[in-house]
């Protein structure tokens, strides 16, 4: 078995369902449920599946989507024709009336309801094996989808997994942490839990001229600083071409402050993979190695951890990075060149595919973004967090 061992003493449980991967966005749109399977078939070649718990998890009920999102929205999802479906109808009309623009963050494709229910259905099953006490650590990689709002699709997100995870796990759990290392805002998941302190979200992302824009220093929740939830929005505003040093610096410091501080009784994790160098979105400069390290500094809390996915444009080095991170969660440490018996291992392959190397290794080393701060800024940054963080009493 590759010499993949079961964790010992804890449990890990992956949740999936391979039909997610079968949906497309539109030939030119960023985001690509294949990247999915990329990523199974790695976690497979490696034998990791032989370390966790594997659940083909059900599509989420309507009424289930429902405990956050407005039904006349979840309706509108649910009925609408995807554009080529009515083009067959109104071919002429459309071609006459119809502008279509070709930058449309969150287009209505065929089978966009089986595709939002199947990732949500992933992430409130991986959420519901650790609140029943089934795992320690949940994973659900079709999950993370963080801009979604109550009634409004944003940013490649239909139905927000996160918060209705999250509203699950308020259940059991009397605070929870909800990290995002996602390169964008998780402004979805912020919003939806601005008034409470029973959240406490906690976001790294680019900021400044990128999207969605908010996650400024200065938003840290309610502004009536006795209100619930005053201070409970923490977030990290970061700049162009930021190093593996210099985040990982800045994750543990910050990242420990706040489990410190507030003692969570669980963690979700959003692991978006777009905050990698070489990211067709993204801007800054992280290694796979790097990454992984938040997942690792995480972990080693020994709380229970909900995993889970997000944004990440370069298939390739997304399914190498969720790949590493369901390794670093069973313990397991992999060989650095990839499997041979994969298939897609062409998928990895060769210089023009990015890695520059002879053979299609896990970590990658190209990275394109310059630095745009000073270490003066990252000091200024982890103080004015600290000094937040100190706002919360228990
Ligand atoms: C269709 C085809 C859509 C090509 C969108 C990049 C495209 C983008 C496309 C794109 C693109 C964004 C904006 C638009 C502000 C809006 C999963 C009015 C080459 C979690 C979402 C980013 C990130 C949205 C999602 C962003 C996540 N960037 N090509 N769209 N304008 N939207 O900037 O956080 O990763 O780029
Ligand atoms: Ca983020
Ligand atoms: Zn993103």
């Known amino acids: 078995q590759n010499g993949i061992e079961r964790p010992q003493g804890y449990t ?14 539109g030939s030119k749109h960023p985001m690509k449920p294949w990247r999915l399977q990329l990523t199974k078939q790695l976690v497979f070649g ?22 956050f999102h407005d039904n006349d929205y979840l309706n509108f999802l649910r009925y609408i024709k995807s554009p080529a479906d009515i083009q067959k109808r109104h071919r002429e009309e459309l071609n006459r009336y119809v502008f279509t623009d070709e930058f449309n963050d969150c287009p209505i494709f065929d089978g966009i309801w089986d595709y939002v229910t199947l990732c949500t259905g992933a992430t409130l099953e991986a959420a519901h094996s650790l609140s029943s006490g089934q795992s320690d650590i949940a994973i659900s990689w079709s999950g993370g989808l963080h801009h ?6 944003s940013g490649f997100c239909y139905v927000n997994d996160i918060v209705l995870a999250i509203q ?58 006795t209100e619930p939830g005053a201070y409970f929005s923490l977030n990290v505003p ?22 410190e501080v507030y003692r969570p009784e669980v963690i979700v994790l959003q692991c978006g993979a777009d905050s990698l160098g070489g990211d ?15 997942v690792e500094f995480v972990k080693s809390h020994n ?5 889970l996915g997000g944004g990440g444009y370069t298939p390739r080095n997304v399914a190498r990075t969720w790949c590493h991170e369901t390794a670093l969660c069973v313990g397991a440490t992999l060989h650095d060149e990839l499997p041979s018996f994969i298939p897609y291992r062409q998928a990895f392959e060769g210089p023009s595919h990015g890695s520059g190397l002879l053979y299609p290794e896990l970590n990658i080393k190209r990275l394109s973004h310059p630095k ?15 000094d937040q963080l100190r706002c919360i009493a228990h």
């Open 12 to 25: 890990v449980s992956f949740h999936y369902n391979p039909e997610v991967e079968q949906h497309h966005f």
């Open 46 to 67: 490696y034998g990791l599946h032989y370390a966790m718990d594997l659940n083909e998890s059900l599509p989420a009920s309507m009424s289930e989507l429902a405990r």
């Open 148 to 153: 979604a709002k109550k009634r409004q699709a």
């Open 168 to 225: 699950h796990l308020l259940e059991k759990y009397v605070r929870v942490l909800y990290i995002d290392i996602d390169v964008h805002h998780g402004d979805g998941v912020e919003a939806a839990f601005f008034n409470t302190d029973r959240v406490m979200t906690l976001s790294y992302h680019k900021y400044g001229e990128f999207f969605p824009g908010t996650g400024g220093p200065d938003d840290t929740g309610p502004k009536g600083y």
């Open 238 to 259: 970061l700049e162009d071409g930021i190093d593996d040093k210099d985040y990982e610096w800045l994750f543990r410091r910050i990242t420990g402050k706040t489990i």
């Open 280 to 294: 067709r979105l993204g801007k800054f400069n992280l290694n796979i190695k790097a990454h992984g390290k938040c």
């Open 303 to 307: 709380l229970p951890i909900l995993i």
């Open 372 to 386: 745009t701060y000073e270490r003066k800024d990252l000091e200024t940054c982890a103080a004015r967090c600290e």
